[in-house]
């Protein structure tokens, strides 16, 4: 899997990619070739079962060149987990393809009758990044009744559906200030059949035991939020340090290098970054070893969240302040600075490290009931 070779021919594009609102399709089939879109499926399929730690890392890499990119390679990612927990044939048809790319929203936005054979589901999903180029979309749903009133059936909560790219429609609603190039579409389908089976309950049971499997999903996928926003933290520093290199503010002598307040304005972003990379790997160390013994406990499942979510807001704050001391050249479309404020600021927004996160930790922490579906 080279990652650099992505990450390179992902940044050469970075115009051409926000002006499509999605990334090219020969692209998406450059990442797949690579193993990267499944990286955590199963290594029986063929596929790279790679540790999370490595793919945090990975994620952080590609971000830091190109976020957009990385966004989407998170989004697939993750959802290949779900093949931990998808029967047979299904988990063979989806992530045996080398070229399998999967996305979609695991919010139960969609509402499932069952009929012979399988399920009937309508639903439309926002945040549909990647739709464009996968394989196979997923989508939540509940189960109904006649009138759509939820029903309980043990085999179906609220599982994950995976849809083929032909039963879905994709709505063209992605006009947004950053990560322009994910391709987060809403989706929708209506009335479409699905076979018995072909969908995962992110929280049900294991068919795959093993350590990678027993990571909590919705911790993995607030894990990969992050780590976007920690490549684009990384760059962000990087980028402020090479402008104040030879920029120089309106009537100055020197450059912005040689100004104490841009120096410590700098040190400051750089030990933020640091330091929330440094939580993300012991949280990340400490639910991995929890999967090593056995079942992750609660109190790693919150851990882990608390530190995607913070090491997001702290990774926010360093791209304010590069941005902010950039000065009048960071607004400019010609630097970069500008386009890494905006991601940033959709990173942030995402419910899995938004900062009602928190409300659930704390309750966790001090004992008060929780509900803990999508922690």
Same mark, same amino acid.
């Given at each position: 899997?080279?990652?650099?070779?992505?990450?390179?021919?992902?940044e050469?594009?970075?115009?051409?990619?926000?002006?499509?609102?999605?990334?090219?399709? @020969?692209?998406?089939?450059?990442?797949?070739s690579?193993?990267?879109?499944?990286?955590?499926?199963? %290594?029986?399929?063929?596929a790279?079962?790679?540790?999370v730690?490595?793919?945090?890392?990975?994620?952080?890499?590609?971000?830091?060149?190109e976020?957009s990119t990385?966004?989407?390679?998170?989004?697939?990612?993750?959802?290949?987990l779900?093949?931990?927990?998808?029967?047979?044939?299904?988990?063979?048809?989806?992530?045996?393809?080398?070229?399998?790319?999967?996305?979609?929203?695991?919010?139960?936005?969609?509402?499932?009758?069952r009929?012979?054979?399988?399920?009937?589901?309508?639903? *439309?999903?926002?945040?549909?990044?990647?739709?464009?180029?996968?394989t %196979?979309?997923?989508?939540?749903?509940?189960?109904v009744?006649?009138?759509g009133?939820?029903?309980?059936?043990?085999?179906?909560?609220?599982?994950?559906?995976?849809?083929?790219?032909?039963?879905?429609?994709i709505? @063209?609603?992605?006009?947004?200030?950053?990560?322009?190039g994910?391709?987060s579409?809403?989706?929708?389908v209506?009335?479409?059949?699905?076979?018995?089976?072909?969908?995962?309950?992110?929280?049900?049971q294991l068919?795959?035991?093993?350590?990678?499997?027993?990571?909590? %999903?919705?911790?993995?996928?607030?894990?990969?939020?992050?780590?976007?926003?920690?490549?684009?933290?990384?760059?962000?520093?990087d980028?402020?340090?090479?402008?104040?290199?030879?920029?120089?503010?309106?009537?100055a002598?020197?450059?912005l290098?040689a100004?104490?307040l841009?120096?410590?304005?700098l040190?400051?972003?750089?030990g933020?970054?640091?330091?929330?990379?440094?939580?993300?790997?012991? $949280?990340v $160390?400490?639910?991995?070893?929890?999967?090593e013994?056995?079942?992750?406990?609660?109190?790693? *499942?919150?851990?882990?969240?608390?530190? $995607?979510?913070?090491?997001?807001?702290?990774?926010?704050?360093?791209?304010?302040?590069?941005?902010?001391?950039?000065?009048? $050249?960071?607004?400019?479309?010609?630097?970069?600075?500008?386009?890494?404020?905006r991601?940033?600021?959709?990173v942030?927004?995402?419910g899995?490290?938004?900062?009602?996160?928190?409300?659930?930790?704390? *309750?966790?922490?001090?004992?008060?009931?929780?509900?803990?579906?999508?922690?």
């Open positions: 899997m080279n990652v650099e070779e992505i990450a390179t021919a992902a050469a594009r970075s115009a051409e990619i926000d002006e499509a609102r999605r990334l090219p399709a @020969d692209l998406s089939k450059m990442m797949a690579s193993g990267l879109n499944r990286a955590w499926a199963p %290594f029986e399929l063929g790279p079962e790679l540790p730690s490595e793919v945090v890392d990975v994620l952080e890499r590609l971000a830091y060149r976020a990385s966004w989407n390679a998170m989004i697939s990612i993750t959802t290949s779900l093949s931990g927990r998808l029967p047979s044939p299904f988990v063979e048809e989806i992530f045996g393809d080398p070229r399998s790319t999967t996305c979609g929203v695991a919010q139960p936005m969609g509402r499932a009758k009929v012979d054979g399988g399920v009937s589901v309508t639903g *439309r999903w926002p945040w549909g990044s990647g739709t464009a180029n996968a %196979f979309i997923g989508g939540g749903s509940l189960l009744d006649a009138v009133e939820p029903v309980r059936d043990g085999s179906f909560r609220a599982p994950f559906v995976f849809f083929t790219p032909d039963q879905i429609e709505h @063209d609603t992605w006009y947004v200030s950053g990560l322009k994910t391709g579409n809403d989706y929708s209506s009335e479409v059949f699905v076979p018995e089976g072909r969908w995962a309950d992110a929280s049900g068919l795959i035991d093993r350590p990678l499997y027993r990571f909590p %999903f919705f911790g993995a996928l607030a894990l990969g939020v992050c780590a976007v926003g920690m490549g684009i933290a990384r760059r962000a520093v980028d402020l340090s090479e402008l104040a290199a030879t920029k120089r503010a309106a009537m002598s020197k450059t290098a100004n104490p841009i120096q410590t304005q040190a400051e972003a750089d933020k970054r640091r330091a929330a990379r440094a939580f993300v790997d012991a $949280a $160390a400490d639910v991995w070893r929890s999967a013994q056995g079942e992750v406990a609660d109190a790693s *499942r919150a851990g882990l969240r608390l530190a $995607a979510t913070t090491a997001t807001r702290l990774n926010s704050e360093v791209v304010n302040a590069c941005y902010e001391a950039g000065g009048g $050249a960071a607004i400019f479309e010609t630097s970069n600075l500008q386009r890494l404020f991601d940033m600021h959709v942030t927004h995402h899995m490290v938004a900062p009602r996160s928190y409300e659930t930790i704390g *309750r966790l922490m001090l004992d008060q009931p929780v509900k803990l579906f999508g922690f």
